[in-house]
């Protein structure tokens, strides 16, 4: 039985033991939605790197497609789907850039080459041929030499501040269960159900 007696962020972390205790591939890999300057929409998949009561973090170049969008409107929406425990996890809320110092804590523990990585790529720019990152992975290899990779000022993280959070469970005869947390002005959550 869902307990909407207990807070969402308790729940995220239950589900997504499961989801891990289940070997389901990829399970902190999530969409993340975002809106253009004219309305325009466009998903990808990120990787959820942090979790808490502050909100859901992702990294990524801030000068991306994604990058630019949450700037001109931070307005996101993110979507997990396990399909092996059949559920599906939907956040709704605002991204916002999480601190410089947080960012170089998360940076510093990745892999040399992904750091190089971020350096490499201009993530989302229009490239002549796969070379091009080739030839700027050896440059920036060669730059850095010898020394710690710093991260790059326009590479960071953003944190989600969720407005709604709805937790989907798959049921037989598509009577499946939506329940959904939003977040009042004083921020508690309100909790009900939609239709499936
Ligand atoms: C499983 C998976 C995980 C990914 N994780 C990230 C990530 O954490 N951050 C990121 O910037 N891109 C990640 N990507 C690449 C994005 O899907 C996307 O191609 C990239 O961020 C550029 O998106 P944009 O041009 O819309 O900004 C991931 C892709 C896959 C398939």
Request: charged share 25%; proline share 5%; net charge positive.
């Amino acid at each position: 039985m869902f307990d909407t007696n207990l807070d969402p962020f308790l729940h995220f972390d239950r589900l997504m033991k499961q989801a891990v205790a289940k070997q389901i591939p990829e399970a902190n890999a999530m969409s993340l939605a975002t809106v253009d300057e004219k309305g325009v929409p466009s998903v990808r998949i990120v990787y959820l790197k942090d979790v808490s009561q502050e909100g859901f973090v992702f990294f990524g170049n801030y000068d991306s497609h994604k990058g630019k969008d949450i700037l001109a409107n931070p307005n996101v929406c993110l979507n997990f789907h396990w399909p092996e425990i059949w559920h599906q996890i939907r956040i709704t809320g605002k991204a916002e850039k999480i601190s410089a110092a947080e960012s170089d804590a998360y940076f510093a523990t990745r892999a040399r080459l992904s750091q190089i990585g971020a350096w490499a790529s201009n993530q989302s720019a229009v490239i002549k041929d796969h070379d091009h990152l080739t030839r700027r992975v050896l440059e920036f290899e060669k730059q850095f030499d010898g020394q710690a990779v710093p991260r790059p000022p326009n590479w960071g993280g953003w944190r989600v501040k969720p407005t709604e959070i709805e937790f989907w469970f798959g049921l037989t005869g598509r009577l499946h269960e939506r329940y959904i947390y939003s977040r009042a002005a004083d921020g508690s959550w309100k909790t009900f159900m939609r239709s499936p």
